[in-house]
């Protein structure tokens, strides 16, 4: 069974920082493109970053662009989101996804349940 | 950025029925536009990609099509299942892919 279990979401402070980490299992992590999408709460999604198979590419959404780090340890199965000086705006369920298909930049066909990021002061 | 709209906002549809839902991209996105339907409390679920490919597992009642950059999402006698919101995401070139606002599918 596919499965993608986020983790790292808390209450932080504006301008703080957390790590948020998604582990998967039932399928070969490699060859997989992967995304953090996020959801606001009561809100719609916004696609927040992509890193490709390898972790040689990455992409942000312009709100998060030199904030935020995604990357990937293809022997530990994990994929993670770095939020470096996070604004109230930050605060949202973080979902990480997959992209369909092998070595394949597609729609995300598998999510994980979320994690949920509050920043208050 | 391409920008994603969703019509209508809400739509009210009777158990049974059909339901049209639409989306607009800002500029030609060719066929790479991916539907998804989310109930509450759960993630987001892949029902369509490529505008008219039904993804895994996903009912012939849902079925896709597009016309330049105009998309929509059919949904044939709706179930209680599909009582949910829904939206639409580009997956075209380089990201962000973004989503559109979503469309909530209402009982009527």
């Known amino acids: 069974e596919v499965q993608l279990v986020e983790s790292g979401g808390v209450d932080v402070q504006p301008g703080g920082s957390l790590r948020l980490s998604c582990v998967v299992s039932?399928?070969?992590?490699?060859?997989?493109?992967f995304h953090w999408v996020r959801q606001p709460p009561g809100k719609g999604l916004e696609w927040v970053s992509l890193i490709n198979w390898d972790g040689t590419t990455t992409y942000y959404t312009d709100t998060v662009e030199g904030r935020f780090s995604i990357s990937r340890d293809n022997s530990r199965n994990t994929l993670f989101l770095q939020l470096n000086n996070v604004k109230i705006e930050d605060t949202a369920v973080y979902y990480c996804?997959?992209?369909?298909?092998?070595?394949?930049?597609?729609?995300?066909?598998?999510w994980g349940q979320g994690t949920l990021v509050t920043v208050s002061s | 950025e391409i920008v994603m709209t969703q019509s209508p906002e809400t739509l009210s549809v009777s158990p049974g029925e059909r339901a049209i839902l639409s989306c607009r991209a800002s500029q030609s996105v060719g066929s790479n536009l991916a539907w998804y339907r989310q109930k509450p409390g759960q993630a987001p679920r892949l029902l369509m990609y490529?505008?008219?490919t039904r993804a895994a597992g996903v009912p012939a009642r849902f079925s896709g099509n597009w016309s330049g950059t105009d998309f929509t999402l059919t949904i044939d006698g709706l179930q209680s299942e599909d009582f949910a919101v829904y939206y639409c995401q580009h997956t075209y070139s380089r990201p962000p892919w973004t989503f559109g606002q979503g469309t909530k599918v209402e009982v009527k």
């Open positions: 490529h505008a008219s």
């Open positions: 039932g399928f070969t992590f490699d060859p997989y493109v």
């Open positions: 996804a997959r992209s369909l298909g092998e070595y394949s930049w597609n729609a995300l066909d598998s």
